[in-house]
């Protein structure tokens, strides 16, 4: 079964950061672009940034612009984003995705979520 496996979620102050990562398991992520999503506590589900398989097209959501960055490694088969300047409207859970279509709008894969808290 293809997995996804998300990690580096935790607690931490705001203007902290963290830095999570995406791991593929029973296949590559080189061939599919990538999203990181978030589900805050009664809302819904977001995109936050998405990376082609080439790693050539990036996108971020307004509210991470300048605060975050996505970067794959794919000789690690695993997807980053690295989250500073943390604030407490970023606590979610994040959930990193795998599809075929490059702007990140229909995914085929899910992982199960790391949580970030962000408090003081």
């Known amino acids: 079964q293809l997995q996804l496996v998300e990690s580096g979620g935790g607690l931490v102050q705001p203007g902290g950061s963290l830095r999570l990562s995406c791991a593929a398991s029973?296949?590559?992520?080189?061939?599919?672009?990538i999203g990181w999503f978030r589900q805050a506590p009664g809302k819904e589900r977001e995109g936050v940034s998405c990376?082609?398989?080439?790693?050539?097209?990036?996108n971020y959501a307004d509210s991470a612009k300048g605060r975050f960055t996505i970067s794959r490694d794919n000789a690690k088969n695993t997807v980053y984003l690295r989250m500073n300047s943390l604030k407490p409207e970023d606590t979610a859970v994040y959930y990193c995705?795998?599809?075929?279509?490059?702007?990140?709008?229909?995914?085929?894969?899910w992982g199960k979520g790391t949580l970030v808290t962000v408090s003081s």
């Open positions: 995705a795998a599809g075929t279509d490059s702007s990140c709008d229909f995914m085929d894969y």
């Open positions: 029973r296949f590559t992520l080189a061939y599919y672009a």
């Open positions: 990376i082609s398989s080439s790693g050539g097209s990036i």
